[in-house]
C-alpha cells in the first residue's frame, strides 16, 4: 500500500537502537531540519511523479528517526506533503496505517479488538475507485489521502480492473494496483522493484497493452459497502474481485503470525511488505479521514536494509597497504544482528560516495552475516574535513618500522606474521603486538627476538610462546614477512637462491606472469626486507644465511 505521509507526532514505539538523543544537536542542530527537508522531497517525487527515491523500509526508518529526533529538540512541528493544485478528491479519503513492529505489539493490538481480519500487504500505489450506478466514473490515486491524480483514462485500460459493478449503484472502492510478478517469494525475492514499476506506468501518459495485462488490482476495502465483513466479501466475490482470496479470519497472535510467514515465504503473484490486521467492523466511509485509524494496523516483513547514522570514519590499512574506510555507525538492528560498523569496501568507493560522519546510509546483510554499505540516503548538512591517509605512502613494501603514519599497517603485519597462516604462534595475537609497541619494546617487525626485549611486561608466558618461531620452517617465514605468492612450484630452501632470480628467472616458474615477477624482485631486493633477513640469520633461522 502507498506510503503515508504522517505528522511527526504518530504515537508509535520508535524503534531505533540509540534510544538517547544523539550528541549532534548540541553542535548541529540544523540536521533536523535538514533530515525533515529531505523527506519532504521524497515525499515530493512519490506522489507528484510516482517515484521512490528510497526503498519504503528506509523511507518509513527516516521518518521514525525524525520523530525520534523531533522529539529530542523538542520540536514538534509536523511534516505535511503540500499537494499542488488540481487534484481531485477522493469520494471517500483513504487512511494511512499506523505499524506495529513487534510480536508484543501485535499481541496488544489484537487483545482489544474483535472481528479482526488478515490481508497482504500489497506493494503497488494505492487507487481510489468511485462507481456511478455501476458504471466506474472515476480512478484517482492515493496523493495527500483528501485528494490525489485522475488517473481515470489510464485506468479505464485495465483489464484486471472492474468497469462495471454487477447492479447500479454509487459505491467507492480502495485498493492497490500491482505489478503482476510469477511465482515471487517475497522472502527470497524482496520487493523486486514492483512498487517502483507501477508507479512509473500510472504517470505515463500511454501504456501498451501488455503493460496494462501486467498491472493486477487489490481491493482491500468497500468503505460504504455492508458492515459485516463476510458480506462484503460475498459481494465483492460475487462482483468478480479476489479480496476474499486473501481476506483471512484470525483470532489471535498465533493465527497472524502462521498466516504472515505464509504470505513471506510462499509464492504470490504480486510483491509484498508485510500484512495488514484490521477489524471487520469500522465506521461508515462517510467518516474516514486521511488520518491513521483505529481499525487497521500495519505490520511490516521483518527489513531487509536498516538506516543508519554514520558517528566517524575509520581507515583501516591493512598489511599490503590496502586502506579500507570502516564507517562506525549508531548501532543498529538488522535481522538479529546489531551492527555497529560497516565497510566501504575500498579507499575510491568510498570517495565516490564522499560518505561523512552525520550521514545516513542504508545496510544490508550480504550472505545474513555480513554488514553491506548500500547507499547514502541523506547527506548531513555540515561536512567534516577528515584526515585521510594517503594511498602513495602505504603498499606492499612500506612501513616495516614505526615510523609516521605507519602504525596500523606495521601492527597489520605483526598481527599475520603471528596468525595460523603465517608462523602459528599460539596465544600470540593482535593486543599482544599493540601491548609490546605501547610498551616500546617494538620499532622494527623482530625486534622482540633481541635476547634483551622485556616482554615479560605484557604476559609472563609471552617469551615462551614467542619463541615458537625459532623452530618455524622457512617458507613459514617467508610467508610471514609477506613474501608475494610464487606459484605452484616447490621453493628452494635458501633466501640466497631467491634473491638472486631475476624477473625472467621468475617468469620460467608456473603460475607466475610479469607482474608477479616483478613483485617478486621488488621484495627481495628491498632494504628493509634485506635487513630483516640479516636479523633472522642472526637469530640462527635456517635458510637465512647471507648470500655471502
Not at 218 to 231: K, L, Q
Not at 509 to 536: C, D, K, T
Request: hydrophobic share 40%; glycine share 8%.
Amino acid at each position: 500500500m502507498l506510503r503515508l505521509t504522517v505528522c511527526v507526532g504518530l504515537c508509535l514505539s520508535i524503534r531505533l537502537a540509540g534510544a538517547d538523543c544523539p550528541d549532534l544537536f548540541a553542535e548541529q542542530p540544523s540536521e533536523v531540519e535538514h533530515l525533515a527537508k529531505q523527506i519532504q522531497q521524497w515525499d515530493q517525487a512519490y506522489h507528484e511523479q510516482g517515484r521512490s527515491l528510497v526503498p519504503d523500509e528506509i523511507y518509513d526508518q527516516a521518518l521514525l528517526r525524525l520523530q525520534h529526533w523531533r522529539a529530542c529538540t523538542a520540536d514538534q512541528v509536523p511534516i505535511r506533503y503540500q499537494p499542488r493544485a488540481g487534484k481531485h478528491a477522493h469520494g471517500v479519503p483513504q487512511t494511512g496505517l499506523a505499524k506495529v513492529h513487534t510480536d508484543a505489539e501485535v499481541a496488544d493490538w489484537i487483545r482489544h479488538r474483535d472481528d479482526l481480519w488478515i490481508q497482504p500487504k500489497v506493494d503497488g500505489v494505492a487507487v481510489t475507485l468511485e462507481y456511478r450506478d455501476g458504471r466506474l466514473m472515476r480512478a484517482t490515486s492515493r496523493g495527500d489521502g483528501w485528494q490525489g491524480e485522475d488517473w481515470t483514462a489510464a485506468v479505464r485500460g485495465i483489464p484486471a480492473v472492474l468497469q462495471q459493478w454487477p447492479h447500479p449503484v454509487n459505491l467507492v472502492l480502495q485498493g492497490e494496483l500491482y505489478w503482476r510478478l510469477s511465482e515471487h517469494v517475497q522472502s527470497r525475492d524482496g520487493g523486486a522493484g514492483a512498487r517502483s514499476r507501477i508507479a512509473g506506468l500510472m504517470n505515463r501518459q500511454q501504456l501498451t497493452s501488455d503493460e496494462l495485462e501486467r498491472i493486477g488490482l487489490f481491493v482491500w476495502d468497500w468503505p460504504d459497502g455492508p458492515v459485516p465483513m463476510r458480506e462484503r466479501l460475498a459481494q465483492m466475490t460475487q462482483a468478480g474481485l479476489d479480496t476474499a482470496q486473501y481476506t483471512w479470519p484470525i483470532s489471535d497472535l498465533r493465527d497472524a503470525q502462521t498466516q504472515r510467514q505464509r504470505w513471506f515465504s510462499q509464492p504470490l503473484n504480486f510483491a509484498t511488505d508485510g500484512v495488514v490486521l484490521r477489524q471487520g467492523k469500522r465506521p461508515h466511509g462517510s467518516d474516514w479521514k486521511a488520518e491513521i485509524p483505529y481499525w487497521a494496523v500495519a505490520w511490516k516483513h521483518p527489513p531487509q536494509q536498516a538506516l543508519a547514522r554514520v558517528r566517524g570514519v575509520d581507515f583501516s590499512i591493512g598489511r599490503s597497504g590496502r586502506i579500507t574506510p570502516v564507517l562506525q555507525l549508531d548501532p543498529v538492528q538488522l535481522d538479529d544482528r546489531r551492527i555497529r560498523r560497516v565497510s566501504t569496501g575500498s579507499l575510491q568507493r568510498w570517495r565516490k560516495l564522499d560518505v561523512l560522519p552525520g550521514d545516513l546510509i542504508s545496510i544490508k546483510l550480504a550472505g545474513q552475516t555480513i554488514p553491506q554499505l548500500e547507499q547514502v540516503i541523506s547527506r548531513a548538512a555540515y561536512r567534516p574535513t577528515l584526515r585521510v591517509p594517503d594511498p602513495a605512502r602505504h603498499h606492499q613494501l612500506s612501513c616495516w618500522t614505526v615510523e609516521s603514519d605507519c602504525r596500523a599497517q606495521f601492527l597489520a603485519r605483526l598481527d599475520w606474521l603471528s596468525s595460523a597462516n603465517a608462523l602459528d604462534l599460539s596465544g600470540v595475537g593482535l593486543g599482544t603486538w599493540e601491548c609490546l609497541l605501547d610498551a616500546g619494546q617494538l620499532t622494527g617487525l623482530l625486534d622482540w627476538l633481541d635476547p634483551q626485549a622485556e616482554l615479560h611486561h605484557c604476559s609472563a608466558l609471552l617469551p615462551e610462546r614467542l619463541q615458537q618461531a625459532v623452530g618455524r620452517s622457512f617458507s613459514q617465514w617467508l610467508r610471514a614477512l609477506g613474501m608475494p605468492p610464487a606459484g605452484a612450484s616447490e621453493l628452494p630452501g635458501q633466501w640466497s637462491v631467491l634473491a638472486a632470480r631475476t624477473q625472467a628467472n621468475w617468469q620460467t616458474q608456473p603460475g607466475i606472469g610479469p607482474y608477479r615477477a616483478r613483485q617478486l624482485v621488488a621484495f627481495f631486493s628491498h632494504p628493509q626486507v634485506e635487513l630483516l633477513r640479516a636479523r633472522l640469520a642472526a637469530a640462527g633461522i635456517n635458510g637465512f644465511t647471507s648470500p655471502d
